[in-house]
């Protein structure tokens, strides 16, 4: 097994030395006082959450190296070192020190974190012995009937028996839903890092727009936290250092889709509310709704535990990948893409239902418009493929992007 060794100036680098005395500044009472007095408490959320964070990442992928928890290269994969999969170990606990130090602990608080902090645990596990698919969707039922229970539903369908019953299929199906495609994003350096940051910014946008503090602080917090990983998952020159791994992207897409669920987007209006949420993460919606319907349809799915199973390169930023000619420019477009649509959403703070509904056929279109650019380009890599070697079959796929 093969572990970069690329990381060595980063453990001469001044920044892990800064970071720590940094860290100890900020947890002075009278420091942090300062930050809660002069109104710059969402300051001190992303300090203390991105120094904890950053400190914190190498150590815990030494702990990765040492006790193997490690992604490994196979054909699945487009890396070809093996990687320490416990970033997500860093970054909760940078969350959750952001979040207790500043006392930022109603119910509903504790509990996205303490569902995401199972999730988290369990995707340790999966990643170091391997787990059933159907035990992993065990787990995420749990997690999102803690949060049901605790009272975060959405509130699409009217009140009463049935409405009761659609909103809280809803919930689930969304914290589920969310939870796998975000899961799903994992695939390319500094992919769900980056899709986690701009997410977590335009739900604290909308937050504070909507004078719901302690949902933006929490927003802030993970915005914080990742950037402290980032630098060691999607480098400028050479491949991560660390990933992840299912453990981090399960807890950040499980969080981020329970902190929609916890926000009032707008007063009064289903359509509006539910519209907010959904443009911020249309980008996992979609690759969600496009792989499983070209599965379906190519008769590589016949049922629902084919789908949990399946494991593939069609995703959108393979695909992606494929027609831009690298796994970078892939990982800045969807960047792209998602920053393009979250400003829809923060245009919906005193909007009509006909304007929600405008915006969403405008983020159905811009799919639409991908979509055929996509199999435009796939069409013209097969028949270029086939020009080039004419006793080549149109059914062989396009070879797949370069490693990160």
Known sequence: MTVSSSDSNWWTSPFLVIAPMGLLCLIVPDVRDFFLDTGQRWAYVFLLAFLVTFTL??????????????????????????????????????LALAVLGNWIIPEKVAVILLGGLLLMLVGIFDDACGLPAWFKLVVQLTASGLVVWWGMVLSL????????????????FWLIGITNAFNFMDGMDGLAGGLAVIIAFFLGVVAFQTNQPELGWLSIGIIGAVLGFLPFNFRKNGSALIFLGDGGSTFLGFTLAALAVMGEWADGNAIVSFSNPILIFWVLIYDMVHLTVDRMVAGKIHSFKDWIDYVGKDHIHHRLARVLGGNRASVLMIYCLTICLGLGAIGLRSAETA?????????????????VFEFRSRGNSTQNSVATHPGQSTLTPNPEAPPS
Not at 70 to 90: L, W
Not at 360 to 371: D, E, F, K, N, R
């Open 157 to 172: 369908f009217p009140t009463g028996f049935l409405g009761d019953i659609g909103n809280i299929a809803l919930t689930i």
């Open 355 to 371: 304007d929600a509904l405008i915006l969403l056929m405008q983020a159905i279109l811009i799919v639409i418009m991908l979509t």
């Open 57 to 94: 990442t190498p150590l815990v992928r030494r702990l990765g190296i040492k006790f193997g928890v490690m992604d490994i290269p196979t054909e699945r994969r487009i890396h070809q070192i093996s990687t320490p999969r416990v970033g997500g170990v860093g970054v909760f606990i940078g």
